[in-house]
């Protein structure tokens, strides 16, 4: 009978399930692949398919033939490991969200019995009180909050000023006003009838671009108070460690080939400084860094866990694909290479999308529209 041989935690973000396969079950499934493989061997003088077994046998090349049969195995029974892993993590209430077949170990694969051995890695949502972020309560966002926000007057102003100088370099008679334009341009009379009617255009994209900036703001309000309220919580050290490492050689290398400043590099990199910390050594501008990528990670995963445990309705495959073509036809929109593979324009998608939906799911949590 097949079963489950050793289950357990290698890390808190890492279940290893260990799998065997009954000496009967795996004779019988190994057979018939090896009938399979006999079925294509291809020797002079017979026709294929025709070849005797003994003969084929001695034509199929062993290593590549156990290989065969150990991916043809892992194939065959790796889902039915998959729902063993799932329901040993619910009764922790834990949850997976990757799972990884591997034989890269000598006590797997084929058994001195006859029976097969794989393992199952699976990677988890890191364990996360999310009660706190029930209770965040956040200040109402106004237009004084939109720093960089131009004023409706200086968006009256500019816009007039292109429009009247648009106007002028497309027609030979030059107009001195907008007023003197919208009575004598009949293209610009079939686009609004006075100039009343462009003040009202105007307005409605004035007010259009502040929701914007607002709801924009709110997010971000509200990202900094989850990643502030909700505790710490387990995630993979080395992931922090690699990406820290590799935007800190990034800023030294900047540094030493334009000759400027590591706090200058570090400040071309866009990356926050909210408190404006001293970034002049190595040493600071790697804590700043530091900082950053930790509380990436942390979005990251609390995000993600948001998504996994409590939004509904889940990503559709039509959806995500959708998201793809959207990206792959503009990759300068969403920030990301055109020479991406396809697997990758998947993730992007997915990551996307579904920390599009976890936000949703806090704003609903805490009460705010976004």
């Not at 079963?3 to 009954?22: A, C, E, R, W």
């Not at 364990?127 to 909050?145: C, F, H, M, R, Y």
């Not at 935007?247 to 990199?269: D, G, H, M, P, Y």
């Not at 990758?344 to 976890?358: G, H, K």
Request: hydrophobic share 35%.
């Amino acid at each position: 009978m097949s079963q489950v041989t050793d289950s357990k935690y290698l890390t808190p973000l890492v279940f290893s399930l260990d799998y065997n396969i009954s000496k009967a079950e795996y004779q019988t499934f190994k057979q018939r692949i090896i009938d399979q493989l006999i079925q294509s061997v291809e020797v002079e003088g017979f026709r294929k398919g025709k070849v005797p077994e003994q003969l084929a046998l001695k034509n199929l090349d062993p290593e590549k033939t156990s290989q065969t049969v150990a991916q043809e195995t892992i194939v065959k029974f790796a889902p039915e490991t998959f729902e063993q892993a799932k329901n040993l993590l619910i009764k922790d209430n834990r949850t997976s969200i990757d799972f990884n077949v591997t034989l890269n170990d000598p006590i797997l694969g084929e058994q001195e019995d006859n029976s097969f051995t794989f393992r199952v890695l699976a990677t988890l949502l890191p364990q996360i009180d999310i009660g706190p972020i029930s209770k965040i309560k956040l200040v109402p966002i106004t237009e004084a909050d939109l720093p960089q926000r131009i004023t409706r007057e200086e968006l009256f102003t500019r816009e007039k000023a292109n429009l009247l100088a648009g106007l002028n370099k497309e027609n030979a008679a030059q107009y001195a006003t907008l007023s003197e334009a919208f009575e004598k341009d009949e293209n610009l009379q079939k686009q609004f009838k006075a100039e009343a009617d462009f003040d009202t255009f105007l307005n409605r994209i004035f007010d259009q671009e502040t929701e914007y900036l607002m709801s924009r703001a709110r997010q971000q309000q509200l990202i900094k108070a989850i990643i502030n309220d909700v505790p710490d919580f387990d995630i993979n050290e080395d992931g922090i460690n690699a990406e820290v490492t590799r935007i800190v050689t990034v800023v030294q290398k900047e540094s030493e080939a334009a000759k400027i400043s590591l706090e200058q590099a570090f400040k071309n990199t866009g990356l926050p400084n909210p408190d404006n910390q001293s970034a002049k050594s190595i040493v600071e501008v790697t804590g700043l860094i530091n900082h950053y990528v930790k509380s990436e990670f942390k979005l990251m995963w609390l995000l993600r866990y948001i998504y996994e445990t409590k939004s509904e309705p889940k990503l559709t495959s039509e959806e995500l694909e959708t998201t793809v073509r959207d990206i792959q036809r503009e990759p300068e929109r969403f920030g990301v290479s055109k020479d991406l593979s396809q697997e990758e324009y998947q993730n992007v998608a997915f990551d996307r999308s579904m920390r599009t939906r976890a936000i949703q799911e806090v704003a609903r949590i805490v009460g705010v529209s976004l």
